[in-house]
RNA sequence: GGGCCCUUAGCUCAGUUGGUUAGAGCACUGCGUUUACACCGCAGGUGUCGUCGGUUCGAGUCCGGCAGGGCCCA
């Protein structure tokens, strides 16, 4: 009996690029069927009563809810009196009596003492009087209950597997609309028993179990009141009425459900994977080691890709499921409800000698798993496909490795014999402000319009840029702000660069200027000044960092190590070589970036181009926007087709054996130290400092004095001398004492600190 | 019931093969308005690295037990 599909059915207008996959689904599904990989079967089927179609394994999940366990006495039939020489009855425990006429069999565990001597005996279900085997199976619980169960057709999932392994009759009493079916099921033949059944017929399982219920209770066979419990119940994930198991024909797509060898090969497949990270392996293995059946693909629904078969129509009017008609290839797309078989004409649709043609629709994640083959153009573009399949990477979330990642999985091994990608990069769930996972029914989802209005682009992306593979992000707005902040600041380091190279002054008139311009202040002079030197070398470094981190999947570690890199470039690099790039231009005056300047100013205008270039780059992946808006201002196309920076051309222009990050740091630690005098005072960074005493750690005191010129403009310093600190232990030695007292004691030499600082009045 | 991940500053998280005094941002406090930036800058304090034990010259890091949190599968 299979379920009715719909009388008619909608055709929406598909766009080509849709048909396509729509035909690389069908292809991919008549593939398997020839190769016997797609199958159909009667069989028993996860059925949701509302939606009214069958669910895949891949789709369950269970949810506690309350139940009641019924304590049911089953009489001894003749063979059972006979072994045991006692009309004792047997008693069972159920949560599912309405279930009770499509009772099949009692089953115990095989070691069960109690039971052992009853196995092969039968007992009669009571009300409907049908005799039933007790039957040994290890799944069967001896401390659930009685120790003793009934197999029904069908309560759950153990229930057809019991059913299957032990060869037993079907005795389906649950129709697709979730109602007890109008006639009693086989087996159910004394007058009393079709009686019984008809109290039940066209009832809700609900009602039905009320009634029933209530007839063992008149009957005197439900010993004492049923005991409340909470067990986990099998719901669709996006149904809301328990899933019922229902005897329909339905396709099938092999996925080691079934066949151990086929599941060996899968895990194999999956141990081929590189799954980023790699604990996300054992999820995928949990899965495919844990099927209990295949894949179920056909859908009893309106929208979706349809399966591209028909069926002769028998004499008798009925379509005969055995031969199905197939489409070439070629013709695919196809909708067999509205395109005729090959070989009829459409006015023998449905009439017997005719044909007619498959209602269901594919699962969507058969045409998911096929996204590698619809993006590579498996069916249409076979250049393209032979280079381009297998892909690198298959980026996604850690819920859906059991569908999407499997069932892609599945695909490309029974159509290529390879994986579909060398790489899955899993990402974790989103999790709301407290660390839970969102859910509509808990009311703490945020969707992203708002966050994108509030904070912008660049700043969601930030923050969702910063979550690591395979773990959780909670949200978090706070991080968001801090994009926003990056995002900001690279705006406005872009102008000043852009304004203190003069390149701005030019690209203002014309793009074609601007990148004039920009060759000009980067290659018209060398960069000389260690400073500017460090800052590239340092630069370099981070290239080669970041392009390590996400060749290895980690584009957190990327993304923090140029973040890092760069506010050193704003606070410090910056402020420290701004004097010198201005090469005495007054405040507004526009700079010409082809007019000549000192060897100084050009080595800081090389400088800072060369880094805004790379930093833009290193950037564009997670500040799109902001990063391509500067590079509207000064370069032609996007940014995000520009090659990724060259760690090579950076250190080439730096220098060999140019001391990179430490100098850079020593330089910024000096800086920060001559900010403290001013912070301390209480006075402006503006203040300007008359003459101060510098005390440098032995091992940095070159890197300070070849940064000397840039850190007494930055720190407006008239006089400054730089002291080797451990020449310094005592207070003083320099032949000044200090005058606030402060450096009174034996300092750390491996300390920068200053003495004797006069601030001008 | 089987398995996986996590536990580090008030908060969010780094911490690479074990190796100086465990880091960042936020938040907090104070100061500052500068020739890119107030959606700003500078300076400052902040830790029993969940817990117990083991290996080691040395453990946030490796091993085992326990506790708590989260997830997958049954």
């Known amino acids: 009996m299979a379920p009715p599909g719909p009388e008619c059915r909608l055709v929406p207008h598909v766009p080509d690029h849709l048909s396509s996959s729509q035909a690389v689904a069908q292809q991919a599904f008549l593939r398997g069927l020839s190769r016997g990989e797609c199958y159909q079967a009667e069989a028993p089927t996860l059925w949701d009563v509302t939606f009214r179609t069958a669910v895949a394994q891949a789709e369950l999940e269970d949810r506690e809810r309350p139940g009641a366990y019924h304590r049911i006495a089953f009489e001894p039939a003749a063979d059972m009196e006979e072994k045991t020489g006692s009309y004792a009855s047997v008693y069972i425990e159920t949560t599912r009596p309405e279930l009770l006429p499509a009772c099949v069999a009692l089953v115990a565990h095989p070691d069960d003492e109690r039971y052992q001597h ?30 003793i169960a009934m197999i029904c057709t069908f309560g759950d999932v153990t229930d057809v597997t019991w059913w299957r392994e032990l060869r037993l009759p079907t005795r389906p009493v649950l129709g697709w609309d979730g109602r007890l079916l109008a006639e009693a099921p086989e087996g159910i033949t004394s007058p009393e028993g079709v009686a019984a059944y008809g109290e039940l017929a066209g009832l809700t399982v609900f009602s039905a179990q009320q009634r029933v219920v209530e007839m063992l209770r008149e009957a005197g066979v439900l010993d004492g009141e049923p005991k409340p419990t909470q067990h986990p119940v099998k719901f669709f994930e996006k149904g809301d009425k328990p899933l019922e198991i229902v005897t329909t024909r339905q396709w099938y797509i092999r996925n080691g459900g079934t066949d151990r060898a086929l599941n060996d090969a899968l895990v194999a497949r999956g141990s081929e994977l590189d799954f980023e990270p790699d604990f996300m392996r054992v999820r995928y293995e949990n899965w495919v080691r844990g099927l209990t059946g295949d894949w179920l693909i056909s859908r009893q629904r309106f929208f979706g890709v349809p399966i591209p078969v028909w069926y002769p129509v028998l004499a008798d009017g009925s379509p005969d499921y055995d031969h199905p008609i197939v489409p070439s290839e070629d013709a695919l797309p196809v909708d067999p409800s509205v395109d005729v078989a090959p070989g009829f004409d459409a006015s023998q649709r449905d009439v017997p000698g005719g044909f007619t043609g498959e209602k269901d629709i594919m699962d969507t994640w058969a045409t998911s798993s096929l996204t590698p083959q619809i993006v590579c153009g498996w069916r249409d573009n076979p250049g393209l496909f032979a280079a381009t399949f297998p892909m690198d990477l298959r980026p996604q979330g850690q819920d859906i490795i059991r569908t999407w990642l499997f069932s892609s999985v599945v695909r490309s091994h029974q159509e290529h014999g390879t994986l579909p990608w060398k ?90 200027e601007g990148l004039r311009a920009t060759a000009h202040v980067t290659t018209s002079a060398p960069v000389t000044e260690p400073l500017d030197r460090a800052m590239l070398a340092a ?76 930093f833009l780059r290193l950037f564009a992946p997670v500040l799109p926007f902001a990063t391509e808006e500067v590079w509207s201002w000064f370069q032609e196309g996007s940014v995000h087709r520009a090659s990724w920076p060259d760690s090579a051309r950076v250190r080439a222009v730096a220098g060999e054996d140019t001391p990179g990050a430490p100098l850079l740091a020593a330089a910024g630690e000096a800086l920060s130290v001559l900010r403290k005098v001013k912070s301390e005072a209480k006075v402006s960074q503006r203040t300007e400092i008359a003459s101060i005493d510098l005390l440098v750690p032995e091992a940095k005191v070159a890197w300070v004095r070849a940064a000397e010129a840039d850190l007494r403009a930055a720190g407006r310093v008239s006089a400054m001398q730089i002291v080797d600190a451990s020449l310094a232990l005592e207070p003083g030695v320099d032949g000044l004492a200090p005058e606030d007292g402060s450096n009174d004691e034996i300092a750390d030499p491996t300390v920068m600190r200053t003495e004797n600082a006069r601030l001008a009045e």
């Not at 190590?561 to 410090?572: K, N, Y």
Request: a negative charge; glycine letters at 8%; one cysteine or more.
């Open 118 to 147: 009853l196995f092969g005996t039968h007992v009669r279900t009571p009300l409907f009087g049908v005799e039933v085997p007790v039957v040994a199976h290890h799944l069967a619980s001896p401390d659930k209950g009685s120790g």
């Open 423 to 512: 790489h899955a990069a899993i990402s974790g769930w989103i999790l709301d402000p407290d660390r839970k996972k969102m859910s509509k029914s808990k009311g703490n989802v945020v969707t992203p319009m708002g966050l994108l209005e509030t904070h912008g682009s660049d700043a969601v992306r930030y923050w969702a840029a910063a979550a690591r593979l395979g773990t959780d992000a909670a949200f978090d707005e706070g991080q968001m702000k801090i994009g926003r902040r990056l995002a900001m600041k690279v705006l406005n380091a872009s102008k000043f660069v852009l304004g203190a190279t003069g390149i701005a002054t030019v690209a203002a008139e014309s793009l074609e």
């Open 539 to 614: 630069l370099a470094d981070v290239v080669d960092t970041a392009t390590a981190a996400l060749s290895a999947y980690d584009h957190t570690r990327a993304l923090e190590v140029a973040e890092t890199l760069f506010w050193t470039f704003c606070d410090d690099y910056l402020e420290l070589v701004k004097t010198r790039a201005y090469d005495g231009a007054a405040p507004g005056e526009a700079i010409d970036p082809f007019a000549p300047c000192s060897p100084g100013a050009a080595s800081a205008r090389a400088t800072l181009t060369l880094a805004l270039h790379t």
